[in-house]
């Protein structure tokens, strides 16, 4: 016994030993980036490596763990009832993200004076809806699912290559051993291109203080000073609300312990889809079950947007105050369809121009579109950080309301007996 407890204090401590060299490297480069500004810029690369071979990883994590985990199940019919949970669960927290973000704009309106003079900005190309809802769904080849421009089709290919080594044998089939293998090999090599994660942190953020640390007027300030905190505190207490909803007696404390990787990574990253690995991992051994974790983390790296819902809310809220426009509660169901829409349900679909600023440019401010549409999209640039890591990290918490729907109320408790839960 206390060899064990001697292990998992060591582990423990490596664990937390890693994550003050990240936090470290975020702060140490924040201050460079601040300080030295074209050195901030120079060092650029250095994160963007990290950051590419991320993504060169998750286009094939992603499609052995979603296609995986449907091929070696027993029921078919619970891959479908782990979909709709997390969907709907996707919706439900992004309704409640963005009542609580205009309710905040109201209390703290981003721009108190309109305006006077705003510089217009040509629209950049843009998808149709025809071609949005074709997007959606698909690619017009193979070759191109294998970009993380396309990880709304990816999921939906790997959702069906999946039932398909179901029905071809799921587990015990080659292919069926063969993604189960090719899932492990794909989390070891994440667990080797972490370690160089503190040197692309302080790249990173010495590059991001490098260019926005001077940019920021008064309004875009106020922005700042409305969406930071309320990120923070919606960290704070809507996740653990959520996992005790989830997860009931020790959820809450558990969660606590797990959260800090997928908090810095997303944060120092800027990626939904470059935590998915994170996320997988930290499920895993809260207790989660590997098929619920390995489909919810891809899908809530693309349609988990309660980050995306605050945006969508400031930037509304944001331009009508900068045009003179009143930004009144009678617009809160139409500014709330929008951001569930904008940030769920588009979030992930390629097709060309920044999706979301275009539908919130058109919808809420059809003859001021070139005026609206650059605002939109320098609040979107600076939120980004924040609104990654609520988005990101809210995808492992998503897995414990998941997992109450698919085993039951007591799963976690079935967790620790078992010793899973850690």
Not at 43 to 68: E, H, Q, R, W, Y
């Amino acid at each position: 016994m206390s060899n064990k407890a001697s292990l998992d204090k060591n582990t423990i401590k490596k664990n937390y030993a890693f994550l003050a060299l990240m936090i470290g490297g975020m702060v140490l480069g924040a201050i460079v980036g601040m300080l030295f500004p074209s050195f901030g810029h120079a060092i650029k690369p250095l994160g963007t490596v990290f950051i590419n071979m991320m993504f060169c990883v998750v286009v094939p994590l992603v499609f052995a763990s979603i296609a995986g985990s449907i091929a070696n199940m027993s029921s078919r019919g619970r891959a479908g009832k782990i979909m709709g949970a997390s969907i709907g669960i996707f919706v439900v927290t992004g309704i409640i993200a963005a009542i609580i973000m205009f309710a905040a704009v109201k209390l703290f309106p981003p721009v108190l004076e309109p305006w006077q003079n705003m510089a217009t900005e040509e629209m950049g190309e843009y998808a149709t809806i025809s071609d949005m809802i074709v997007n959606f769904f698909t690619t017009d080849d193979f070759v191109g699912l294998l970009s993380r421009k396309a990880m709304l089709p990816l999921i939906v290919f790997s959702i069906l290559f999946g039932f398909a080594t179901n029905l071809a044998g799921g587990a015990e089939s080659e292919v069926g051993k063969f993604l189960d293998s090719l899932t492990k090999v794909m989390m070891n090599f994440i667990n080797i291109i972490t370690k160089y994660a503190p040197i692309a942190f302080f790249a990173i953020f010495a590059d991001l203080l490098a260019t926005y640390g001077s940019a920021v007027t008064e309004s875009y300030g106020r922005a700042m000073m409305i969406y930071y905190p309320l990120c923070l505190i919606y960290l704070v207490t809507a996740f653990p609300l959520y996992a005790w909803i989830g997860g009931g007696k020790g959820a809450v404390k558990l969660m606590l312990r797990h959260l800090p990787r997928p908090v810095i990574t997303s944060l120092g990253t800027c990626s939904s889809v470059a935590t998915i690995p994170i996320n997988v991992e930290e499920a895993n051994e809260t207790g989660i079950n590997p098929d619920i974790s390995q489909m919810v983390c891809p899908l809530g790296a693309t349609m988990h947007m309660d980050g995306g819902c605050f945006s969508c809310v400031l930037k509304i809220g944001f331009v009508l105050g900068a045009l003179g426009q009143d930004f009144s509660w009678s617009m809160l169901p139409m500014v709330v369809l929008v951001a569930v829409l904008s940030s769920v349900g588009c979030s992930g679909v390629p097709g060309g121009g920044y999706i979301g600023e275009y539908i919130i440019a058109t919808i809420f401010f059809p003859a001021q579109v070139e005026v609206a549409f650059p605002i939109l999209v320098a609040i979107g640039n600076l939120v980004d950080p924040p609104g990654t890591m609520i988005n990101a990290s809210g995808d492992y918490v998503v897995c414990y309301m998941v997992s109450r729907i698919v085993d039951g109320k007591n799963w976690l408790q079935k967790a620790f007996a078992e010793g899973r839960a850690k």
